[in-house]
Structures are given as structure tokens and as C-alpha cells.
């Protein structure tokens, strides 16, 4: 095969027949391709590319150059077809550009042809653009200061100007080094945290804050509201439109003058109501994303200081202040000094606030999300999201790296995801699409039957041909897209009236079509609040009487009270305790209050947001206050959260963690861990409450410590078990009803939660979602380990468990009688690995699947619409 090739590292990880599959692709587009050894499809060859692999907008970009005399053939084919032939080219772009232009390489396109890699293969025609630089005074001096950085590679002299396209809002930019074309739009991930300090510590100098903005774009989410007329004429251009206007004219020729006038109106009806709906729900758009293009920002200026700019100026790199005061911000950034607090339900719908902390200055060579100690979203702020508090350290500004703008943030994918929806292949439109094509089938044969009889006739060529088009107006109904317009409109009404909007209206056709229910539990089954009713604490290796908050009983002090009133992330906004409600339960429980007041306990390793936790005004305790030093966050994929702590006129150090109890019962010392942990956990869960663990560790002298050097690893480690805290979660007054009229209407619901595996199933007995009398059999999987292949194991509850291999697994699909399957999250990801064949089954019966992660729950959503069920 011809062609120059550069591979691209874990681009793509596909099998043989997925290479195959596209080549053919390419081969069918007219275009060369180029194999990769291996069987492999990482690979790039000057015709073609793959773009956004494993995104919801992965796409292949084909390369094609205009030709002049194609061209003029295609004006002459549509002066000839009256204009039909661009009328198909406006319903499919892809025949515009085999028409008119010539596969070439990437590095010369003019025109380069998109296609979604989706079962749609939808394309889109893009037009290949060119940004000119400026050389600036010193044309011998590079236009970045970091030399390894994508924009570099897409600048680089002599030549001073960038090839780039923009499909759905995004920028894609020609590398010269890997001659592909790359996504532009924030700072490269392999960037460690020393070079972001340090490359970008000191802000960028004007010249290079210039090239970025015109090669990147302006920092702004902009919606167009699209004039009316366009609107109309997109409308108006449907294919369904347009046969309507040729059965119209047709009907006129015959004399079917009121039959004619009355589908008019009804088309213009819909057009307008159409027209106007889409118009209201742009303007919406506008307004709700305007207000993040019109705000000022204090930015590093290298050799001028700090000044002030508009948020639509800022570009990847730049150095910025954030003053705190409700800010809302415009960019991703990241944290560079100092400390904040946010409230990130902008995004994810829950307004807990969020703690983020500095990117340390590592001097690990890697990429700085793998070098960060911590989650590194927890270095992240999101745009869009409110800042609502924030402490800078030893008295310096709060600073920021602007990491992605404009609609490469996570405001800006927000409003991509509602523009660009993912393409949804419901089973409803296929069979719509079948049933239309049997009513062309069928006009065609009674077209063809038509003619023959007139023919016979011998009657008149024109009759002839009036009738033959009248039979495809009587079996395919042109008034069909207005009838199914007003529908949806009229459907659409009806839902605003009872609170619910629908971005996409054409879903509503699909609604009647839902036969499976996902819910989450807690908020959601439940109630949102959690009241805490027991503490089980370990004693002697085993545990000690359950003390119940609902009586009279008292806390005495210890390690558990000392975890229940620091481990938490929990602040205080005008006064009032603000933080996820198990942790205000928590500490409410205890008695104690939160005194952010810090300044007196200057330490050069303690946190800027540090908490002091002191006694309440009733509340006698041997110690005057613990301050907290540091907190490991809680995350959903650690299951868990840490403190690091020392109490007031004490050098010791001390660690409070409480999680998930498998998981913090995994970190902590065997010895310390009673022997009977699991039935007694299961005698909780199995009535339904929600159920945490709590451990501590002494990590010594904070004089021979360094908070700043020590990891979330080393820390959370050997620990001392305390106990379980046991929460009760109620059933919402509503939930029942609800799904008993699922059931009636026979939806299938099903739980997908973060929560205890036997907490779930009881909750779902309870609710009644799994009927009392149904078995529910515990699904386990395990991945292959160095002495033991990958493993399927399954047990009646509160019944023996059976263990079967991989070959033997097949063996849990024997019948039984209304049984329900559950899982965890862990073995759902074993499942997908080695036993991916089983997932279907199991799906048609699993209910409860448990200790989910997101990523996990998005993936099962979409496991289950596979199913078409």
C-alpha cells in the first residue's frame, strides 16, 4: 500500500475484524489506506484518520481536494435538474463532496468528509481553514515557551500559519511532527506537575497570549440564535416537506382544490409551531450560557504584572486570581496556591460543597494526573461551577492555571451534549423506517400497475402520468410530518403543564416505547436525609453493645467520637454547617461545633482550609479542640475518605477514615478486625439500614512528619478498626405506589446504587421491587490471578454458595423460577472482561446491582439498551 504512515500509541486497541471493517470502509470512500502490523488499527495514513477515539463523538475524517472541472459538471447537473441534484446534496453532504472533489492526503485537503463511527454513519462536510500568525519583533525566538506542547507543533516555523477544521463547536488543528490533525483547547495531560509550575507559574508574555487566542478561539460559549428565516428554510427542506409540496401541486393539476388547501394549512400550522419551538428553546439556550462570556478576570501578565481582561480573552496557560465572593468561573483551571471551597451542582446536580486543593509541585517526570497524590479532580475547578469560599496560603493570592475554554470545558461539553445529542438507533425508527419503505414498495407496484392499465387504454401520456404520481401520494400520506408535528407539539404542551421540558421533542414518539426503569437508591427510593440510629464499636474481637443515638444514651470519649467529629468534610457558610448530609448527621451527633478561625495555629505544613473542631457548650471532653491538618476526600472509586488530625496541645498525628466496611476493613491490621465482621455487618444491611466503618492510626510526632511529602497510600494503611456506624434510610412515602404502577403498566424497574450489596437487595424487597417471594441469587465474579483463572461464583441468599470456572458458569442459567439477579460493581467490570458472553443473560434478570461506580452505571444503561428488550 502507498502512502506515508505515523502511528499514534493506543489509538485504537481493536481485533483483526474491526481493522478489516474499516479498511473496507476506506476502500469503498475511494480511499488508500495503510495496514499496521499486529493486527492493530493504531494507525494514521495520509488519507484518513480517526479522531475523539472511545468519545461519544469518535468520527472518521476523510481528506478530499476541490476539482474545477467537477465542479462545473456538478452546476451543469443542477441547471439541468432544475435544482434537484444540490437539493440532494443538501440532504447528504457526502454525495456533495464525491461529486465535486478528489481523495487526496490530509496535509492537502481542502475539504474533508466526517464520519461517525455509530450505527447512523452520519456525515458532515467540513471546509479546511487557515489562521495566519504574526512572527512578532524576534523571529528567531519561538512563539511558546513550552517547545513539547501541541500549539507548538501546529506553529512551528517557518511557514507561521495553521491548517485547522471546527466540527460541533470543537477545533481541530494540523500537527506538522505527527501530520495528523489534533483537538485544540487546553494544556496537553502529559504536562507533570513540576512543568506546570514552573512553564506556566509566571504567566504568559502578550505575544504568546495572542498566537494561543487565534489559534485556540476566544474563551466563550457563544449560541446562535438562528434568524427565523433560516429556520424555515431548514424546516421546509425535510425530505417529508418537500414531497408534500409535490403532492400538493400534484392534487392542484387534478382539481383536488380543497384537499390541497386543507393539507396547506395544516403544514403551515406545524411548520410555524415548529419553527417557533425550536426558536424559544435557542433563545433559552442563549441566555442560560450568556452571562459566562461577559465577566472580568485578573491575569499574569509576563514583565507587566497583573491586569485586569474579559473572560472571553483568557487562553490555555494564563495565570489568573480567584478572589472568592460567589465567583463563578469561566475556564477549567487548575489549582496552582492556595485553597477553595465549590458547589458543583451545576454539573453533577448536587449542591454538596466541593474542596479543592493545590497541585503539588512534584518532581515526578509523569503526566501530572497519574503524578498527583490525590484524585486530580480534586485539583480541577470546573467552569460554571461557584467558588464559594477560599484561603490563600501564607497570605498570597489564590491562583489558577487556565486548563481548557471555551466549549472544551465542562460547561462547554454541557451545552455540546444538548446541541449534538448522541444519535439514539431506538427500535421504534427503525420500524418506522421499515413500514415507510413497504408504502414506497407498494406505490411503486401500484405505480407500475397504473401505467400499465392507462397504457392499455390508451389513454392521454399526461393522464398517464398524473395518476401513476397520485398512487405514491395515496400510499405513502404526505401529510404525515405535519400530523406527527402537532402531535408531538400538542404532547409537548401537556408536559409543561405538569413540569417536565424536553430538549429533544422528537424523543416524546419513543416514551410509549420504554419498557425498563434505572434508579438509583439513596434520594432517589429513599429519603434524602439519613438519621443516625446506632454505633457498633469492636471490643475484645468481637463487638460491644450497640449504642443506640435514638435513647438517652451517651457518647463516651474515644477514638470513634473523635472520628465522628473530625472525619468529615464539612464548612460553614454565613454561619450555617453546609456539607453532605451523613456528615452533618454525623457531627451534629457528637455535639461539637467547627471553628474555621485557624490563624492562631499557624503551621508551615498544615492545609489552608483546616478546620478546628471544639466541644459544644454542653458537651465536656478531656481535650480543648482537634484540628484538622489535612483531608484525603472521599472518592467513589475508593469508597472512601480520610482526616488527618492532631489534637490542641498534643504532638501527635493522628489518621480518621471511614468508607465502605469491606474496603476500610481491608486497610485495616487483621488482628484488629473481629472475626465476626461479616454476619454481624450482615444483620444491618439485611434490614435495610446503610451501614459505614470507621478506623483510625497514630502516624507519630508531627515533628517528624511532613504532611506535604506523605502520600494517601502510606496513610491509609494498618489501621485499627473501631467499628460500624449504622444509619437508618427510609423508604419514600412514594416509592411504592410508583413502582407498583410501573409493574401494572409493565415497566421493568431496576436499582443501580453506590451503596451495600445486602442493603440494596432488602431495600428492593422492601420496596417492592423484588416481590418477597422471588429468590434472589448474589452474582460474584473474580479476574484471573497469577495461580487461578477468572471465575463465576453464585449463592442463594442465606443459602450455600457454589463456585463454577469459566467453563462451567454457563450452569447458573438453569431455570428457576422467578429469581432476580445481583451483583456489585466489581464483578460487573469481571463480567465485561471474561465472561462477556453471560451479561445479556444475565441482564434479562438482574435487579439490584450494587457498590456501582459512575463510569460502571453509565456502561450498564447502555449494556441494557443493547438488549432491546
Known sequence: MEGRAAKIPGLYAGGEAQVNSWCADFVQSGVR??????GKANYIDEHCQLINHGEENEMQMFAYKIQRCRQALSIVGGIFTCGFLYLLFYWKPEWNVWANCTPCSLEEADIVLLRTTDDFKSYTRKVVRWAYLSPGSDREKPLFQDQGSVLYKVTMYPELKVRYIEAQKLRYAWDRMEHMFVRLGGLDDNLSCKDIHWKY??????????????????NSIEIQISPIWKLLFKEILNPFYVFQVFSVCLWFSESYNEYAIAIIIMTV?????????VRQQSVKLHKLVAEHNNMNVKVSRMGKGWEEIPSSQMVPGDIFQITGNKQILSCDAILLSGSCIVNESMLTGESIPVTKSALPQESASGPWKTSSPEDYKRHVLYCGTQVIQIKAASGTAVQAVVLRTGFTTAKGELVRSILYPKPTDFKLYRDATRFLMCLIAVALIGMIYSVTIWTISKAYAGDIVKKALDVITIAVPPALPAAMTVGIIYAQGRLKKRGVFCISPQRINVCGQMNLVCFDKTGTLTEDGLDLWALSEAKDHGFAPLLEFQTDAFLLWGPSYAAMATCHSLITIDGTIQGDPLDIKMFEATGWVLDENTEK??????????LLVKPGPSIRAPVDGILVLQQFPFSSSLQRMSVVTHVLDSDELILYMKGAPEKVASLCQPETVPLSFSSHLAVYTQQGFRVIALAYRSLGSSEDISLRKISR???EMNLTFLGFLILENRLKVETEPVLQELRNARIRSVMVTGDNLQTAVTVAKNSGMVPRSSKVILVEA???????????????VEEPRQNYGAIESHVIMEPITDYHFAMTGKSYEVLLQ????????????GTIFARMAPGQKASLVEEFQKLEL
Not at 489506506?33 to 499486529?38: A, D, L, N, T
Not at 507559574?201 to 476566544?218: A, F, M, S, T, Y
Open 269 to 277: 400550522i406545524s411548520v410555524s409551531l415548529s419553527v417557533y419551538d
Open 834 to 845: 471474561h465472561f462477556y458472553h453471560l451479561v445479556p443473560k444475565l441482564l434479562l434478570n
Open 713 to 715: 497510600e502510606s496513610a
Open 601 to 610: 495555629f499557624q503551621s508551615t505544613q498544615r492545609d489552608p482550609l483546616s
Open 33 to 38: 489506506y495503510h495496514r499496521v502490523m499486529g
Open 201 to 218: 507559574g509566571k504567566g504568559l508574555c502578550e505575544e504568546e497570549e495572542n498566537v494561543r487566542r487565534l489559534i485556540v478561539g476566544p
Open 782 to 796: 473474580a479476574p484471573a490471578t497469577a495461580s487461578t483463572q477468572a471465575y463465576v461464583s453464585w449463592s442463594l
